[in-house]
């Protein structure tokens, strides 16, 4: 027997929901449910079911495939839970479960912290500032 896995697509239902332009309430009436059900499946509360994603493909046009096997990645937790082993970030304590979930559920939050630390980490790696005569221009040069 083939085992199941609880599919959470949060953060792609409402990507796609905002990329359509659509309220909470057309989608949901889009897909035949309630808007208080697509609330839930958005924020992680409900896995998003066969059935939904059915009705997702036929109402939107997307591929069922990619759309849910797109919900699992975890790249970005390894990206922020390389960030939050450093010494500067590790007495915070966030585990694994928290960053899968600000990365599932906060995509560009996510990506924001990683592009900050990229960028904190390449000016500790530069040398420091020239001289005084070559930050007041020197005419020498």
Known sequence: MVAQRKLFLGARLRRLRRERGLHQAAMAEEIGISASYLNHLERNQRPVTAGILLRLAEAFDIDMKAFASEG??????????EIFTDPMLADLGIGRAELIELSDNAPAVSEGVVRLYTALRELQRRPPSGTDEEAAGDPAR
Not at 72 to 80: H, I, K, M, N, S
């Open 72 to 81: 699992g990645d975890t790249a970005g937790a390894d990206q922020l839970g």
